[in-house]
């Protein structure tokens, strides 16, 4: 998705000429990298795309899931252009006549589907079919009814999509550095491991977006949104909400964000709307308005009220739907402005329910100067979204706050069955007094899923320090940590104990598709973190370390390369040392390598069905040399049936399997050794 937005920004920054945008999903329903259908059509119509929708990888059937899922999301015309069914690895040919693609593409129009076409295995005579179909079948219609006038809106990441349709939605406001000293020297330190661990936080605690402010005196706001952006991203798949008074940085951080953002904001004022909702249209985004002008805080309600209607009508100027504009109200401080609490819930019930908009405050607020800060601040929440604010800006950590927020969602029928509810409460100790303990938890909660909230018993407990930064990607805690371990411990105590336990947590969650390949290649680097650490420590003393030594090339003739780099990351990141022979690798290369190094594990990588028979070839060069190696291949084309025909040892699937097979014939060979 972040390569698609580049591509879209780069065509409407360069022509005027119309945008039709297609990706690629996988039987799973999502692409190669993570990316939902929803978050997709959300972000793509949000930048103002002409049309949209798949292409490649499936048959004309597989691929209804995911334009159902899309159609839901767009009023734009949908594009399906599916394969002809799968490729036969031996053959290259497809499954599917013309007549039966034909046949299968009849339920598309159905569903509001407005632009057909055939990729791999269509030919002319696929697209005659097509057009034949719907010229002579006269059950085949285009029901303009299938097409929502009213698409479901959110805003996303590229892969975790937060729905913006009434139900309460945790804006976690902990990335700010307004009155934190810690969080101050991280921004001018670029310190963005302590930045990612406060997103992470936020995350495990239940927030459902994240803000980020990076406003500090001095500092180059738009570089630093920009890289602030990308450490959480990197962390969190939770959607994001850029929050600057600066109009180069809002542009910065929607630039940087991968998905659908909001903006935090603007205000009743034509000079600021001018600044920023240009930027707020260009790049699709929701935007916050603050019930303020210029001259300063509104007194009341019905200011409040007559502020709101200014910036509707300065967004409406700009073409930017109110179902894309949250109103704030503002929340201010009852120590001083006692009355102002009540003005601000009637201004959020008028603009929720008489307006029909969203309302955002920021909650905490309202208790500045009390003591017992969190029994106001918990009341003054709950008040107000049974007033309509459903997109609180709040401390997520504070746990006293998100029972509120969990309580109110059982009540109003937010959590079906109240099962949520259930869960968060089922574990916690009955009539007893809660104890509270702040924990400084480094478990990601796109890794991790649900946590107990209370205590000082975590699940997490049970992981060392070391694994649980391995788990949420943090390259630089994972170092700290191995400098730590170096001391107790053997290098390969800290690999078979620590690192590889860790990545094998991580595994069996991509593998559940609990996380997806981002996730994946994040644990994998940082836990090269601390094998890096290992190995230079080892070399002072002239040694190094190494589970087993093994080949990696893609056949002759195939250019493609990503699915071998990312088996690459993941072996070197569990002790394994690989020999990258690159891509387009003649078979007698790859036998002139393993007999020069002596190795004896090959992996070898084909994407495309026209050079499967270079991989065969490679495998007979090796088998015919007696060079005794076990052989494991893999890529898109390849199957497991495919891969006995041809004589390879092992099919791997991913990378993940890539580990297993690598784990399996080291053991089996006794190969485990220090060199």
Not at 10 to 29: D, Y
Not at 271 to 290: D, H
Request: with cysteine; hydrophobic share 40%.
């Amino acid at each position: 998705l972040y390569e698609v937005k580049a591509g879209v920004l780069a065509a409407k920054e360069n022509t005027s000429l119309p945008i039709w945008v297609t990706m690629t999903f996988e039987k799973s329903g999502r692409t190669f990298a993570g990316t939902d259908p929803a978050a997709m059509a959300l972000t793509l119509d949000a930048l103002g795309v002409e049309a949209l929708g798949v292409n490649c990888s499936l048959g004309p059937e597989d691929l209804i899931p995911m334009v159902q899922k899309i159609r839901e999301r767009t009023s734009l015309p949908v594009i399906v252009k599916p394969n002809a069914g799968l490729p036969d690895p031996r053959t290259g040919a497809y499954a599917m006549t013309p007549e039966g693609f034909a046949h299968c593409m009849a339920a598309y129009p159905e569903m509001g589907v407005h632009i057909m076409g055939g990729c791999c295995g269509t030919q002319p005579s696929f697209i005659a079919a097509l057009h034949d179909q719907f010229k002579t079948e006269e059950n085949v219609t285009f029901p303009a009814d299938q097409i929502p006038k009213e698409p479901v809106n959110g805003v996303c990441s590229a892969s975790r999509t937060a729905d913006l349709n009434g139900q309460v939605r945790v804006i976690g406001e902990r990335i700010n550095p307004t009155g934190k000293k810690r969080f101050q020297q991280a921004l001018r330190e670029h310190d963005m491991n302590y930045i990612m661990k406060c997103a992470i936080e936020q995350a495990q605690a239940g927030a459902d977006i994240l803000d980020i402010n990076v406003g500090l005196p001095g500092a180059d706001e738009p570089s630093l949104m920009t890289e602030v952006v990308r450490a959480v991203q990197s962390v969190t798949d939770l959607p994001l909400q850029i929050d600057s008074a600066t109009p180069e940085a809002i542009e910065a951080g929607l630039r940087a964000v991968n998905g659908r953002a909001i903006v935090n904001s603007v205000n009743a004022d034509e000079e600021k709307c001018a600044q920023i909702l240009p930027i707020v249209k260009k790049y699709g985004a929701c935007v916050i308005g603050l019930a303020l002008k210029k001259s300063g805080m509104p007194k009341d309600t019905s200011e409040r009220i007559e502020n709101t209607r200014m910036i509707l009508e300065m967004t409406d100027r700009y073409g930017i739907p109110r179902k894309n504009v949250i109103i704030d109200c503002l929340a201010l401080t009852v120590s001083a402005q006692q009355e102002q609490a009540m003005e601000t819930l009637h201004a959020v019930e008028y603009v929720s329910r008489t307006l029909g908009v969203h309302c955002t405050l920021g909650v905490s607020n309202i208790s500045f100067g009390l003591p017992a800060r969190k029994m106001a601040t918990v009341s003054f929440l709950t008040q107000a979204m049974y007033c309509g604010l459903d997109l609180p800006i709040i401390n997520p950590n504070q746990l006293e706050i998100m029972d509120a927020v969990a309580a109110f969602r059982a009540l109003s029928c937010q959590d079906p069955s109240c099962s949520a509810y259930i869960a968060r409460f089922a574990n916690r100790p009955k009539e007893t007094a809660l104890v509270i303990t702040q924990k400084d938890t480094i478990t990601s909660a796109a890794a991790a899923g649900p946590q107990p909230e209370s205590g000082t018993a975590q699940a997490s407990d049970t992981e060392s320090l070391i694994r649980r930064a391995v788990i949420a990607g943090l390259p630089d805690e994972v170092r700290d940590q191995t400098k730590l371990l170096m001391q107790q411990k053997t290098a390969m105590e800290i690999i078979e104990q620590d690192l590889i336990p860790a990545l094998d947590i991580v595994g069996e969650r991509y593998e559940k598709q609990i996380i997806y390949l981002p996730q994946l290649i994040n644990a994998a680097n940082a836990a090269s973190a601390g094998f890096d650490l290992i190995k230079d420590s080892l070399a002072v003393s002239g040694e190094s370390v190494s589970k087993g030594r093994l080949i990696l090339a893609t056949v002759e003739g195939d250019i493609h390369d990503i699915g071998k780099n990312i088996v690459k990351v993941v072996l070197e990141n569990y002790g394994y040392s690989v020999m990258d022979l690159g891509r387009d690798v003649p078979p007698e290369r790859v036998l002139s390598a393993a007999q020069e190094y002596d190795i004896h594990l090959i992996g070898l990588s084909a994407l495309m069905t026209t050079t499967l028979p270079s991989m065969e070839k490679t495998v007979q060069v090796l088998r015919d040399a007696g060079h005794p190696c076990t052989i494991m291949v893999g890529g898109a084309v390849v199957t497991p049936e495919y891969a006995a025909s041809i004589g390879a040892d092992y099919y791997a699937r991913d990378a993940r399997e890539s580990v297993e097979i690598a784990r399996k014939v080291f053991n089996q060979t006794g190969v485990r050794t220090v060199y």
